[in-house]
């Protein structure tokens, strides 16, 4: 996955157009001219960068939050471009790569954030959670529009972090550490959360486009050529990165995009059932499924009972 995110600077150095494997805080410190204060983790803030570089991929090895405050900031998503106000967020996990640009006419730009290793985490009870907040693998054009006081609450989360690294290393930073970290992700889970209520009209189109999706798929050779179709299919098709159509269609709806296909697969099957004389494994087929004894255990999970056991039943009904 792609990302790329345009800053400004106060001083550029030599344009690299070279990959950046961003291993550790200290390489990204280095390139901005910053302080590193702790090796695993660093709160940022551009505004006192004394040097920069352009034209340059970085691949993560790190998480990063990144919050923009200035009013305006040139994105770009694959060729779409996104222009977002004051106040957004945009997240990135390891293993993903983001390209940065200069803007010519933003000079220190008010961009603030946090980058952490791995390590830092790990025997925390963050770092047994740190999956539950998928925002990190969100696109950026599913960045997170704070409010006044929500950009409040993230700067305080950062000034907590801050302090703490200020403070010399002692057998209690780690876990303090963690915890500022944790509660900063937590508001963003929360202000994620409000972002889908405000956003309810788009999300139901996106909703709309998923169910004749869902429909669309089922009613094609789809099915018996590629197998049964994944969350990531729909969300390529609605342009959303698979967690960020995940998240939004299980708070719209209360069910996972999974649960969704599941549902689908299980009505078509009735219908098979009641409606054709083909055989279990001829109707597993053509839903998709690879081995019949998959599609066996799925309906039995769903319904209680097994495709045979129901097409008796159904037969019953009827008589």
């Known amino acids: 996955m792609l990302f790329i ?20 805080v200290d390489q990204y410190n280095k390139l901005y001219g910053l302080e590193t204060r702790h090796p695993l983790i660093s709160v940022i803030d551009l505004t006192k960068a004394t040097q920069t570089v ?22 770009k998503y694959g060729r779409t471009s996104y222009d977002y106000e004051a106040g957004t967020i945009v997240c990135f996990a390891p293993g993903q790569t983001a390209a940065v640009e200069l803007i010519e006419d ?23 959670s740190i999956k539950t907040y998928t925002f990190f693998s969100y696109a950026v054009n599913e960045a997170l529009h704070l409010s006044e006081q929500e950009r409040g609450i993230v700067m305080d989360c950062l000034a907590k972090i801050n302090i703490e690294l ?23 889970m929360r202000f994620y959360e409000r972002q889908f209520i405000s956003r309810s009209d788009a999300n139901q189109n996106a909703l ?25 299919y729909f ?58 004894q ?15 056991e129901y097409r008796l039943q159904y037969g019953q009904a009827f008589q």
Do not use: W
Request: with cysteine; net charge negative.
């Open 235 to 292: 969300a390529d098709k609605i342009c959303l990165s698979s967690n960020y159509f995940g998240d939004m269609i299980k708070k719209e709806t209360g069910k996972t995009p999974q649960e969704h296909i599941q549902d689908k697969v299980i009505e078509l099957a009735k219908e098979h059932i009641a409606d054709t004389e083909e055989t279990v494994s001829e109707i597993a087929y053509t839903l998709g499924f690879q081995y019949p």
């Open 54 to 75: 352009n034209h340059v991929q970085m691949n993560y090895g790190l998480y990063a939050l990144f919050l923009k405050q200035t009013k305006s900031c040139n994105i």
């Open 294 to 308: 998959h599609f066996c255990r799925l309906f039995k999970k769903r319904i209680g009972c097994t495709p045979n």
């Open 166 to 188: 200020e403070h010399a290393i002692d057998k209690h930073s780690k876990i303090l550490i963690a915890m500022n970290i944790e509660l900063l992700l937590n508001y963003c």
């Open 106 to 128: 933003e000079v220190a730009p008010e961009v603030y954030g946090i980058l952490f290793h791995p390590d830092l985490i790990r025997g925390t009870s963050l770092g047994k």
């Open 208 to 232: 709309t486009k998923f169910e004749q999706l869902l429909d669309d798929y089922f009613q094609s050779e789809l099915p018996i050529r590629e197998g049964l179709p994944s969350v990531k």
């Open 5 to 24: 995110v345009i800053f400004a600077t106060i001083q550029t150095i030599t344009s690299m157009n070279q990959l950046v494997k961003l291993e550790n």
